[in-house]
């Protein structure tokens, strides 16, 4: 069974930073694409950044671009999105998710429960 | 980038109700496109793939159509799990969700 659990997330003030993690388990890491996606409170989903298989292809909306990094530990089998310059803007419900395939372009097909993060002072 | 628009944003229902959500893309997205339901306080959940291809596990009475830039998720008839919000994804061109609809009860 495919699992995804996502940590790291929590209160922080604006300005700093934050790491989430995404645990995942249940199929062959490597061979697929994986992203994550917010929702801020009461709105709709966001998709904030993705990343291929491999790890060598990378993709950040424009709203997190310069602040947000993507990575994955393959020996891991971990996920990671590591976030600087936090605004209250990014509050919100983060999601780690699963590709369908391990290149571009993709659909969900695994979500984990999420972990929230709010920014605020 | 492709905005992906949903209507209506809210749709009032009953049990037994059929139930038709559209989503039009500002340009052509092919079939590429994906539908998910999100019960409230949950994450959201594969519904439909390539426009039209039903994800393993969901009731049959979940059917997507379209191509190009407009697409619609039909449920035959409502059930009492099926009031929730319902997102279209288009993937042809990076990623973009709709706005999403809520399905309430009437």
């Known amino acids: 069974e495919v699992q995804l659990l996502e940590s790291g997330g929590g209160l922080v003030q604006p300005g700093g930073s934050l790491r989430l993690s995404c645990a995942a388990s249940?199929?062959?890491?490597?061979?697929?694409?994986m992203s994550w996606v917010r929702q801020a409170p009461g709105k709709g989903l966001d998709w904030v950044s993705a990343?291929?298989?491999?790890?060598?292809?990378?993709y950040y909306a424009d709203s997190v671009k310069g602040r947000f990094t993507i990575s994955r530990d393959i020996s891991k089998n971990t996920l990671f999105l590591q976030m600087h310059s936090l605004r209250a803007e990014d509050t919100a419900v983060y999601y780690c998710?699963?590709?369908?395939?391990?290149?571009?372009?993709?659909?969900?097909?695994?979500w984990g429960q999420g972990t929230l993060v709010t920014v605020s002072s | 980038d492709i905005q992906m628009t949903q209507s209506p944003s809210t749709l009032s229902a009953s049990v037994g109700d059929r139930v038709t959500i559209t989503c039009r893309a500002s340009?052509?997205?092919?079939?590429?496109l994906a539908w998910y339901q999100q019960r409230p306080g949950k994450a959201p959940k594969l519904l439909i793939y390539?426009?039209?291809s039903l994800e393993s596990g969901v009731p049959s009475r979940f059917s997507g159509s379209g191509s190009g830039t407009e697409f619609t998720l039909t449920i035959s008839s409502l059930q009492p799990d099926d009031f929730a919000t319902y997102y279209c994804?288009?993937?042809?061109?990076?990623?973009?969700f709709g706005q999403g609809t809520k399905v309430e009860i009437k």
């Open positions: 998710a699963k590709g369908h395939i391990s290149g571009w372009y993709f659909y969900i097909d695994c």
């Open positions: 249940g199929f062959t890491f490597s061979d697929y694409a």
């Open positions: 990343i291929s298989g491999s790890g060598g292809s990378t």
């Open positions: 340009q052509s997205i092919s079939s590429w």
């Open positions: 390539k426009a039209s």
């Open positions: 994804q288009q993937y042809n061109s990076y990623w973009t």
